[in-house]
Every structure is written in structure tokens, then in C-alpha cells.
């Protein structure tokens, strides 16, 4: 037996009403290599799940799977098989006739106790086998929950890497006219649903971040008639204030432990430095010390090393990207190109450095190479700006002004499969969290 739930997350994720146990899966021979430069979305049949909630989940996991550009469904309409029963084996020439490479079957029924069950197989259709068959149960308030972790779980197996829709986003709602906005942090699954707001809009809020124990934020507020930055407990809406520094505290970022707030604080000279704060002892360590604007600050997933951006090199407004030891040792700038860089943020992966970019009029959301080299812009566009990560590193977000108001896109590492998340309001600065456990 597995589980993906790990072992000492079990008991909470049991209180929550979410468990697993899992069937073991035969060797698997069907895979889609993700690292090429060119991949070609595999056809993947999934039908309705059997059950009275079987086509919600199944069409939640459809789509899960569908947006990430890697798997494209194939119609139900063209399906020669109609399956009846998800735990026999398939007719695989019906399947192999209408080019599907991979098909997953599954049920979702109500236990005694008011808990849902939902089960998957999936078949490798060239293999003529079964690579995975798992089952979940969750209360009804984790029914999407549910197929967002199917989802992963066929993502992980075909293409050997985590997937990442079983992950929330939090942003600022914007709502209201333009020249009066009201902004409230608000937090949503990946995909844009249940949404729930954390602020009630009273005062403008700004850069949301996630800690990496998923259950805190930190993020920029003005309800003190200056920004300052705040730590806030997502489920028990627990506030804290994160210090009380002269002048303006701007753009917080969590370190990879959770153990400490990274962050600028603007002096009354315009300068504006980096500054780390552990959270348990409330010291303060400066890590840079110049008489230029150094700000947006993020930490490699090691936290040995931190990138930001300063205009101490490209003059007045002429901002570039730097990195520097975690101790603000050795500070050294890795982009050189045309433009001005600002919003840098560490891939999970560690291998690249996401960024915004104004040039020739547009704004860029790019990646690049954590020496600099190989910059790449996925998306241009009109005021666009402020890219968050994935868990997974295969995929970013981030917000665009369109007619009215901003609006939260995502890009994969391709550039190609851009795609509109849906929100209520106008959304901005979103945030991606880990994984849930």
C-alpha cells in the first residue's frame, strides 16, 4: 500500500475528511517527456466516473488536466466503448481505434457514514494495462479536492514529475471604479473556485505570499496610513503586525523554512534596502547597505542564495536583477539585457529566476537561467507584471490589465498555452501555493 498523503500528515488530513489507500499500480510504460522543447499534448480519454457525482469529478479532472496543455481530451462523443463498469478491463482496441494512448475510468459513491468515495484506474492503451488505481474519501466540502488530487496523481504518472493542481492562489480582489477600487485579499483553488475572502477591503492590500507551511500569509497593507507588513493566519484569521520599522515596508517573501520574512524598507532619503526578519525572535539583519533602490527580494528553495532587483548599476529607474549570498554577501547582476527588470522570483525547481520586464513598450513576463544566461519571454503584453510559481515549476501566473481592470493569467515554460483564470472581480498579485497535504 501507498498513500499520497504523507504518514505524519495523515491524522490531520483524516480530520479534515480527506484519506487515501492505494492499489498497486502494474509497471508503467506509458510516459510524456515534459523536458522536450516541443511536446505534443497526449489524447486521453476520460468518461463520466459512474456515480451520482461521477461526471462532476471526472469533468473537474478533465479539466485539471486539459489546461495544463500537456493532455488533450478526446471528445466523449467519438468514444466506441461505452464503460458501464471502471473496475473491469477495457476493450483496448476500442480505445486504440479512436488514437487514445491513455484512459482513465472511476466511481464516486456515499459511504454509511455520509463520506464520499471516489476511485480511478488508468489504463495505458498501447500497454494493454492498468499503470494506477487509487481511491480517496472525503466529506462533501472536498469534492473538488478530491479531483484535483486524481488529477496529480495521473499528471505524476505519465510525465514523472509532482503536479500542482491540488494548490489554492491567493490575490487582491479588486472591485468597484477605477478611481475608487476596493481590494480585498481573497484565496481560491488554482482553477478559480471557492473563492473566500480574507479582508474586508477597508484598507488597500497588496503582494500576498504564501509561507511554505500553506496555512500563513504575509502580505503589504496600508491601513495604518503607510505600508506595513503583516502576517496573517489563513484558517483562524489571526493578525500580526511584522515589526514596527521607520517608513515603508514593502514587498515580503517567506524563506523557504517559514522561519523568516524577507522584505524592503524605504528610507526617508528615497533608498530603499533589503532587510530579513526571523520570525521567532523578531531580530532584524540588514543584507544590503546602498544608496540605490534595492527591493522585490526572493530566496532560492535552498535559501542560500536571494535575488532582487536595484537600480545601483542602470541608474535612476533603470532597475536590474541581482543576486546575493542569503547573508547579502556577494552581491552580483546576472541581467543585462535591454529594459528594466523588476519582480524576480526563484523557480521551486531552483533552476530558473521568473521576472517582469518593460521593453519597447510592453510589459514581458520571462524566465531566465539563475547565472542570467538564456533569458526567454513567454508572454508580452500591456501592463502585465508580478509572476508566481507553481509548485512544480512548469507553470507561472500572473495578472494583466485588460479593459477596466486587471485580470490573473497563466503561461507554461513553453509560452504557448496561455490561458485567462476566471474571477469574480478584477484580480491582481497572485500568489501560488505548495501543494496541499
Known amino acids: 500500500m501507498k498513500s499520497i498523503l504523507k504518514p505524519l500528515l495523515m491524522v490531520a488530513a483524516m480530520a479534515m475528511g480527506m484519506s487515501s489507500v492505494a492499489i498497486l499500480p502494474a509497471q508503467a510504460t506509458l510516459e510524456l517527456n515534459v523536458n522536450k522543447g516541443n511536446v505534443e499534448p497526449m489524447p486521453i480519454a476520460i468518461p463520466d466516473f459512474q456515480g451520482g457525482l461521477g461526471p462532476q469529478i471526472s469533468e473537474i479532472v478533465t479539466a485539471d488536466l486539459k489546461r495544463s496543455g500537456l493532455f488533450a481530451p478526446i471528445d466523449k462523443a467519438a468514444f466506441v466503448e461505452k464503460i458501464t463498469n471502471p473496475d473491469a478491463t477495457p476493450r483496448f482496441d476500442d480505445w486504440k481505434v479512436i488514437n487514445a494512448q491513455a484512459l482513465v475510468t472511476g466511481s464516486v459513491s456515499k459511504e454509511a457514514d455520509g463520506r464520499i468515495r471516489a476511485q480511478y484506474r488508468l489504463w495505458d492503451i498501447f500497454g494493454n494495462q ?9 466529506n462533501d466540502a472536498n469534492q473538488r479536492r478530491v479531483a484535483h488530487i486524481i488529477a496529480d496523481a495521473i499528471y505524476e504518472k505519465i510525465t514523472g514529475e509532482k503536479g500542482y493542481f491540488d494548490t489554492r492562489v491567493v490575490f487582491v480582489d479588486e472591485s468597484g471604479a477605477k478611481n475608487a477600487r476596493k481590494k480585498r485579499l481573497a484565496i481560491m ?33 496600508y491601513e495604518s496610513g503607510q505600508p506595513k507588513v503583516y502576517l496573517l493566519q489563513i484558517e483562524t484569521g489571526q493578525r500580526e503586525l511584522v515589526g514596527n520599522f521607520p517608513g515603508m515596508t514593502f514587498a515580503p517573501r517567506f524563506s523557504p523554512d ?51 532587483t536595484s537600480d545601483r548599476g542602470g541608474g535612476s529607474g533603470r532597475s536590474q536583477i541581482y543576486v546575493m549570498g542569503a547573508d547579502g554577501s556577494n552581491p552580483h547582476r546576472i541581467s543585462f539585457g535591454d529594459g528594466v527588470y523588476s519582480t524576480p522570483v526563484w523557480s521551486p525547481r531552483g533552476d530558473l529566476i521568473a521576472f517582469t520586464k518593460q521593453s519597447g513598450g510592453e ?14 519571454i513567454l508572454s508580452s503584453g500591456f501592463q502585465q507584471e508580478g ?41 491582481s498579485d497572485p500568489a501560488w501555493s505548495p501543494l496541499l497535504e
Open 130 to 138: 492498468q499503470l494506477a488505481g487509487e481511491q480517496f474519501f472525503a
Open 189 to 221: 483553488d488554482q482553477d478559480g473556485a471557492n473563492v473566500r475572502y480574507l479582508s474586508d477591503g477597508r484598507s488597500i492590500v497588496l503582494t500576498p505570499r504564501f509561507s511554505p507551511n500553506r496555512q500563513e500569509i504575509t502580505y503589504m497593507s
Open 258 to 308: 517559514g522561519q523568516k520574512v524577507i522584505m524592503s524598507l524605504l528610507r526617508d532619503d528615497g533608498n530603499s534596502n533589503i532587510f530579513a526578519m526571523d520570525l521567532r525572535s523578531r531580530s532584524t539583519t540588514r543584507l544590503t547597505d546602498s544608496t540605490a533602490i534595492d527591493t522585490s527580494p526572493s530566496y532560492s528553495p535552498d535559501g542560500s542564495q536571494i535575488v532582487f
Open 363 to 376: 510589459f514581458q513576463i520571462g524566465v531566465m537561467k539563475t547565472d542570467g544566461s538564456g533569458e526567454r
Open 387 to 427: 509572476p508566481t510559481w507553481a509548485p512544480n515549476g512548469r507553470v507561472l501566473m500572473f495578472f494583466r490589465d485588460s479593459a477596466g481592470g486587471p485580470k490573473l493569467v497563466s503561461v507554461d515554460l513553453t509560452g504557448r498555452n496561455e490561458q485567462q483564470i476566471p474571477t469574480a472581480n478584477y484580480a
